[in-house]
């Protein structure tokens, strides 16, 4: 089932602007990761952060995850060009299900010049 | 590395003509997923399989059946394709453990008429 719900479903910024994509999922989770998806490819990981852990960096992105909110939030920073794309949540299933991933519907970031 | 392929890229059926989705991975690793995405949607799991041997439904199975041939390799078979299975599929796979992003490839885009 599609665990996570993303917010906003677009977002249109311009370029050196920050943007700001939220989460929320339903169920207790081990741990949550986002991924990118350029148009017509395949996704790509992009960070995880597990169940007790609150906030996370990586280069210009930064995660924060509110267990007792069931949310976690994706910041990019100095947003570019190259950053359109859209965005997705994932939580994994557990062990029962392969630690398969449940994706939300994504958020479609627009990165103007 | 290539990492995760998929072969073929493009499909066109008639409903009713089978066909079978090839994946193969060079990550040595241990679990491997097929989920579709569908226009404004997040990827919803099909089948999955934890480990060499072994193969699970997903959330959406019908109309599908899978093999896991061996640790890198592992398709996807649609026997009396239908209107409803016009998709874009996704083969992933991951180690198999909480710490672990999964891997994506390109995807098949499958037009059933």
């Known amino acids: 089932s599609q665990q996570g719900e993303e917010d906003p479903q677009a977002l249109s910024i311009q370029e050196g602007e920050n943007a700001t994509m939220n989460c929320s999922y339903k169920?207790?989770?081990?741990?949550l990761q986002w991924y990118r998806q350029n148009s017509g490819r395949g996704l790509v990981h992009l960070i995880l952060?597990?169940?007790?852990?609150r906030e996370k960096h990586s280069g210009r992105l930064r995660v924060t995850l509110d267990t007792s909110k069931k949310s976690s939030s994706l910041l990019i920073t100095a947003s570019r060009a190259a950053d359109t794309a859209s965005y997705f949540c994932?939580?994994?299933?557990?062990?029962?299900?392969?630690?398969?991933?449940?994706f939300g519907k994504g958020t479609s970031l627009l990165v103007t010049p | 590395n290539a990492g995760v392929t998929q072969t073929p890229k493009f499909q066109v059926l008639k409903t009713g003509q089978s066909m079978t989705l090839q994946c193969a991975q060079d990550?040595?690793?241990?679990?491997m997923y097929w989920y579709r995405q569908d226009p404004g949607m997040g990827l919803r799991l099909i089948y999955y399989?934890?480990?060499?041997?072994?193969?699970d439904k997903g959330e959406v199975p019908n109309g599908y059946n899978v093999s896991r041939l061996n640790k890198r390799e592992f398709s996807l078979r649609l026997e009396s394709a239908a209107p409803s299975q016009t998709s874009v599929y996704f083969c992933?796979?991951?180690?198999?453990?909480?710490?672990?992003?999964?891997?994506f490839g390109p995807g098949t885009r499958l037009l059933v008429l």
């Open positions: 952060i597990r169940s007790n852990e």
């Open positions: 992933a796979s991951t180690m198999g453990n909480l710490k672990g992003a999964q891997y």
């Open positions: 399989s934890a480990s060499e041997g072994t193969t």
């Open positions: 169920t207790s989770i081990n741990n």
């Open positions: 994932a939580t994994d299933a557990g062990s029962n299900s392969g630690y398969a991933l449940n």
């Open positions: 990550m040595n690793h241990n679990s």
